[in-house]
């Protein structure tokens, strides 16, 4: 069992950075499936990025609407992963969830059925 906890939202500018991050409570990520989501008012929760545990070979999916702007990462010393995000758009303005899950297939990676625990969220605010 695994309790993930985010941190890091704000107010950035169009063009800027920002950097998320999920701690766990509880047992390591290590060898969950990790992975970000977002969600805007009155709008499915979607897929934005996740990797897969250290011993299934740590791969990493994204979004197309964020593939070479995201970037994430594990820190196993930390027990965290974190969400680079770079050259923000309004569009990017949303809460974003982190979520573990363990034995998450590849087909049902980027659903939300397919994570037992999620984070409560943090606010990530882009102005036009």
């Known amino acids: 069992q695994v309790q993930p906890v985010e941190s890091g939202g704000g107010l950035v500018q169009a063009g800027g950075s920002l950097s998320l991050s999920c701690a766990a409570n509880g047992q390591s990520f290590r060898s969950y499936t990790v992975s970000w989501f977002r969600q805007t008012p009155g709008k499915e929760r979607d897929f934005v990025a996740g990797i897969r545990s250290s011993g299934s070979g740590g791969r990493i999916y994204y979004a197309d609407s964020v593939k070479g702007r995201f970037t994430i990462s594990r820190d196993n010393a930390k027990n965290t992963v974190s969400l680079q995000m770079n050259s923000l758009k309004p569009e990017d303005t949303a809460v974003y969830y982190c979520?573990?899950?363990?034995?998450?297939?590849?087909?049902?990676?980027?659903?939300?059925?397919?994570?037992?625990?999620w984070g409560q969220g943090t606010q990530v605010t882009v102005p036009s």
């Open positions: 979520a573990a899950g363990s034995g998450v297939i590849l087909s049902s990676l980027r659903t939300v059925a397919a994570y037992n625990y």
